[in-house]
């Protein structure tokens, strides 16, 4: 798979970004047979995917809070809350380490280059989403076309997005990056 200069996936729109997340958390949901390592390895492969998205990252970390109470791993239950209250921060300030797994086994804020397996699963769920986004048309859901965007979160993307740092679109159609300010409204 191409990766750019700093050997780093390349990047993808949002709605791919998403529907590459959802096949990897559905592929999650489905290795309910496999070890505990097997199942971890398809949450950092959507940790990898997510993280640059606010509402993604914050729902792959609950996730893998979640299944680290699961299995009674209490290193990875505070290495998850720690990450839970770095999530909104990281957003904030734009910074966030391509390619880190999100596990507590890792540092935090440690830039690191996915390995051969999480770019098979990444790969895979990539042409998986593919063949899924061209059998639905464009994609896009009525609600998406309408801006009311769903995510594993608890509120719209729409909602959700003023805590991450890519870019907006104002009224007048120009693009600016950034979180949005006291009193502005995304459009």
């Not at 529907?19 to 309910?32: I, N, T």
């Not at 492969?45 to 680290?68: D, Y």
């Not at 280059?113 to 986004?133: F, H, V, Y």
């Not at 950034?178 to 502005?184: D, T």
């Amino acid at each position: 798979m191409p990766t750019d200069t700093a050997g780093h996936l390349p990047a993808d729109s949002r709605l791919q970004s998403r529907q590459l997340y959802k096949q990897l958390m559905q592929g999650f949901a489905e290795s309910k047979g496999q070890d505990i390592e097997g199942r971890w390895r398809w949450l950092m492969a959507a940790h990898i995917v997510g993280q640059h998205h606010f509402p993604l990252h914050w729902h792959n970390h609950r996730t893998m809070l979640s299944f680290a109470l699961s299995k009674r791993d209490y290193p990875e239950v505070f290495g998850q809350l720690f990450r839970l209250s770095l999530v909104p921060v990281g957003h904030l300030i734009g910074k966030l380490p391509s390619g880190n797994i999100g596990r507590a086994t890792v540092s935090a804020f440690k830039r690191m280059e996915p390995d051969q397996e999480m770019k098979r699963l990444i790969t895979e769920a990539r042409e998986k989403s593919s063949r899924t986004m061209l059998l639905e048309g464009s994609g896009n859901s009525q609600g998406e076309r309408d801006g009311q965007h769903s995510s594993p979160g608890s509120q719209p993307l729409s909602h959700q997005e003023g805590l991450c740092r890519p870019r907006y679109a104002n009224a007048s159609g120009s693009v600016r990056a950034g979180p949005l300010k006291r009193g502005q409204h995304q459009q």
